[in-house]
Every structure is written in C-alpha cells, then in structure tokens.
C-alpha cells in the first residue's frame, strides 16, 4: 500500500514536528517548573530517595532534552534519553497498582517511553535543526553527499499496481 494514502506526504514534515512538540511538551513544563524552585524540587525528591546530585541531572535532562527534541537537534539521543528516564520513573515511582492514579502514571510512563523511542528510531523529521545542520553539511560536502540528506530509515515507495497485462 502506498503510504501517501495513509498519510499525504506533504502532511509528514509538520506531523513529524507536532509529535515533537506534544512529546517535549511535558518535559519542558515539568523540568521549568523544578528548575524555577531547585531547593524544593530537590528536598521533595530526597524524600523519595534519590539523592540530590542524581535529582538535579533528572532536572537537568527533563529541561535539556524537552528542549533537543522541541527543536530537534540531537533528537535520537535526547528522545532515547528520555525514553529511559521515563521507564526508570514507571519503574522505581509508580508500582503502587493497587492505587488507580499511581496505575495510570505508571502506564503514562510506558507510553511516553514507546513514542520517545519511535523518536529515537526514526529521528526528527525534515522540519528539524538535525536535517537542517545535515543538509548544510551535506552542500558544504559537495553533491557526492546529498544521500546524507536522507532520513536513514527511508523506505521506497511500491511501484505502482498497473491493470492486467
């Protein structure tokens, strides 16, 4: 089947950078607000056990990757970053499955990880910092290196079906 029925290449490249937005958005508001009060943030996690320097680089990733993949630059790192973030969060904070709101965090967690690793695997599309800092290499590079233009996972197109022979 082609692709372009599913979804019109022309709709790819903003789609890319919506999912990019929605997937950054909640770090990005998340790690502003534990960076804007670090002392609470800090004290709140020490509670919860995690010692002060390792809350602060959780800080530190939340607002820096939110801000990698917003843009997308460094995407795949960053998204895989956060996707690990995320399953560690599901994992050591929210197993208490008995209590619906810790059950549905836990499952937040889960699903945030699936799509940032989709991100990770396919990058961040060609309304991206990466694919622009690519292309400008690539013409800087001469025309030999245009393929680096190329999304890495590009999958060609079936020709079309014609009528019977």
Not at 147 to 165: H, M, N, Q, R, Y
């Given at each position: 089947m082609n692709r372009d029925v599913l979804i019109p290449r022309a709709a790819r490249a903003p789609g890319a950078l919506v999912a990019r937005l929605l997937l950054s958005g909640l770090f990005l508001q998340e790690g502003a607000l534990l960076a804007a009060h670090p002392d609470a943030a800090l004290d709140a996690m020490g509670r919860l056990g995690v010692p002060h320097p390792l809350g602060a680089a959780a800080i530190a990733l939340q607002v820096g990757g939110g801000v990698a993949v917003a843009f997308g630059l460094g995407t795949r790192v960053a998204a895989g970053a956060l996707g690990l973030f995320c399953l560690a969060?599901?994992?050591?904070?929210?197993?208490?499955?008995?209590?619906?709101?810790?059950?549905?965090?836990?499952?937040?967690?889960?699903?945030?990880?699936?799509?940032?690793?989709?991100?990770?695997?396919?990058?961040?599309?060609?309304?991206?910092?990466?694919?622009?800092?690519?292309?400008r290499g690539a013409r800087?590079?001469?025309?030999?290196?245009?393929?680096?233009?190329?999304?890495?996972?590009?999958?060609?197109?079936?020709?079309?079906?014609?009528?019977?022979?």
């Open positions: 969060t599901a994992a050591l904070f929210h197993t208490r499955f008995a209590v619906r709101n810790e059950l549905l965090h836990f499952e937040k967690d889960l699903a945030l990880a699936g799509g940032l690793f989709l991100l990770a695997l396919h990058g961040g599309g060609a309304l991206s910092l990466d694919r622009l800092l690519r292309a800087a590079a001469g025309p030999r290196s245009a393929a680096a233009c190329e999304p890495t996972l590009a999958v060609p197109d079936p020709p079309p079906i014609t009528g019977s022979s």
